[in-house]
């Protein structure tokens, strides 16, 4: 008896040592890994994370009235970029979606910023004519279009990106998708309930 019990003990230790090394296994596979990357799924399933927060970039773009705007000065909210222009149909098609978080989350620490990309001063306008019909969306424009280029995207059309409150990019998504959706405003939840 006093034999079989030692030989459960023995069993359970390996087992318990497995179970240990398996967990520890996972944990590192998972290390480098971002936890917002189980938000890729459903109308997000091509959200691209980085395995690291990457720095928002520093590229300069223009207000409303004309006024220098760079990414830094929303530090210390969430922000989510949304580069875009009137002669690409999915940035339009995906806009209303947009307006629709924006509205939700209106007296949180969530901030919509889309960025349009049009050039010329005609184009302009109607790209502030269309974000004046999608309440409550600022409009910042970027004439260079360059901003595209300086998102992880690097030149996707539409594109979204997600970035913390301490200013440092942590989602990407390249195309139109539903921003009002489940999937979405879980991922927006998530960057909100982070300390800054």
């Given at each position: ?98 307006a629709a978080l924006a509205s939700a989350y209106e007296d949180t620490d ?87």
């Amino acid at each position: 008896m006093n034999g079989s019990r030692k030989a459960v003990a023995a069993g359970a230790a390996i087992v318990l040592l497995g179970l240990i090394a398996g967990g520890v296994t996972l944990y590192a596979d998972q290390a480098g890994k971002s936890d917002l990357s189980r938000f890729a799924m459903g109308e997000l399933a091509a959200l691209a994370v980085p395995p690291q927060p990457l720095a928002a970039p520093d590229h300069v773009f223009k207000t409303r009235e004309g006024a220098a705007a760079t990414l830094a000065d929303f530090r210390g909210k969430v922000v989510v970029v949304n580069v875009w222009a009137m002669w690409c149909a999915p940035c339009r098609t995906e806009m209303p979606t947009l307006a629709a978080l924006a509205s939700a989350y209106e007296d949180t620490d969530l901030l919509v910023l889309p960025i349009n990309v049009d050039a010329t001063p005609e184009q302009i306008a109607a790209g502030e004519a269309f974000i004046d019909g999608h309440a409550p969306l600022p409009f910042y424009s970027d004439p260079t279009f360059q901003m595209p280029f300086e998102l992880p995207g690097k030149g996707a059309m539409p594109q979204t990106v997600l970035i913390d409150r301490k200013g440092q990019v942590r989602a990407s998504y390249s195309g139109g998708a539903d921003w009002a959706g489940p999937e979405a405003r879980a991922l927006v939840e998530a960057l909100l309930a982070e300390p800054g």
